[in-house]
């Protein structure tokens, strides 16, 4: 079955005014120049609800700097293939117009979820995207929303969002993605030069370490971050911006042994879901990767949650 076009918000209100009441609508929400682990969400919904549907939109209010924006890579026919492919039945592709009409002055501002990591790196960035975010779940009023646990700030200070607005979607967050050589997968990959991309791995290799010292009963915090940050210098193509070992829920900083109390209590409901967090971003010529994983690796969700 072809993908949908829908180009404008009237389409999409006419397109989900023609399914059938009771559907479930799994929703992808997307930049473009998509890759296996955005087809990896979309089957996901496909297969969870009635249908699935991506939107692509490179939400200008979320970038900090007008040519990190100019230059973000599009490939629509690309995209509309992969997305088929992966069993979408409609794709949103709103110019900027649509979604930031003359006089937009409404923006949503999340709180200290959004202030350390990528949030103090890049000023403004998570208030651009809850704000996209949100106005998207308005216009396709999904059942589930995927996202890539990549992105785990980005997940944590959406599902605050939804949380605290009581806006009626349940965000599913799904495993990272990773090429065979243990990077991320990510639409910014494709700014790496090859001598780049053969350095790249030393990202997933540090927190690797940092997990692998975790295992053997390492517990200060501070170690950890040095043990990152000591894989990173391995790699003189590399330029670390932060390595992070934070508490899974609030994301601020771990100090000390306060790592100790990420191990999960079982006995205990209230931490059984317990966890630390660990991230990095990582410059590598053009490319600024992200990348992280919880200590210890979660059995079942990606991401915890605490309501
Ligand atoms: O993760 C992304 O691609 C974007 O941040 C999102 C969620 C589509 C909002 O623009």
């Known amino acids: 079955m072809s993908v949908t076009f829908l180009a404008n918000p009237a389409q999409l209100r006419d397109w989900r005014a023609a399914l059938p009441p009771a559907a479930t609508i799994g929703f992808v929400p997307t930049m473009g120049y998509l890759h296996t682990g955005h087809a990896s969400l979309v089957r ?24 990190d924006l100019a230059a973000y890579p599009r490939d629509l ?5 992969l997305l088929e492919a992966a069993g979408c039945r409609a794709v949103f592709v709103p110019e900027a117009a649509d979604i930031y009409r003359p006089g937009h002055q409404t923006w949503v501002v999340p709180g200290d979820i959004a202030s350390p990591l990528e949030g103090a790196s890049r000023p403004g ?19 589930r929303a995927y996202f890539g646990q990549k992105d785990a700030q980005q997940v944590a200070v959406i599902r605050t969002m939804v949380r605290d607005l009581d806006v009626p979607v349940e965000i599913v967050p799904c495993p990272t993605v990773r090429e065979p050589d243990g990077l ?3 639409s910014r990959n494709s700014y790496l030069t090859p001598t780049e991309r053969a350095a790249a791995p030393v990202v997933y ?43 899974a829920f609030t994301l601020a900083e771990l100090h000390g042994t306060e790592l100790q109390r990420a191990e999960p209590d079982r006995a205990e409901p209230d931490r059984a879901e317990s966890g630390a967090v660990a991230s990095i971003a ?3 010529g053009h490319a600024r990767l992200i990348d ?14 605490r309501h």
């Open 184 to 186: 991320a997968m990510s």
């Open 44 to 67: 996901r919904a496909a297969a969870e609800c009635d249908l699935a549907i991506a939107s692509i939109f490179v939400n200008p209010s979320q970038f900090d700097r007008a040519d």
């Open 77 to 81: 026919d690309r995209d509309r293939a």
């Open 292 to 305: 992280n994983l919880l200590l210890p690796a979660p059995t079942a969700s990606a991401v915890p949650a």
């Open 205 to 247: 290799r540090a927190l690797e370490a940092a997990r692998t010292a975790f295992e053997a009963g390492e517990r200060e915090a501070e170690t950890l971050r040095a043990i990152m940050r000591d894989v990173v210098a391995t790699e003189p193509l590399a330029r670390l911006d932060y390595a992070s070992i934070a508490d």
């Open 125 to 143: 960035h998570f208030r651009g995207v809850a704000t996209v975010v949100l106005k998207l779940f308005n216009l396709v009023q999904p059942t």
């Open 282 to 284: 990582v410059f590598l």
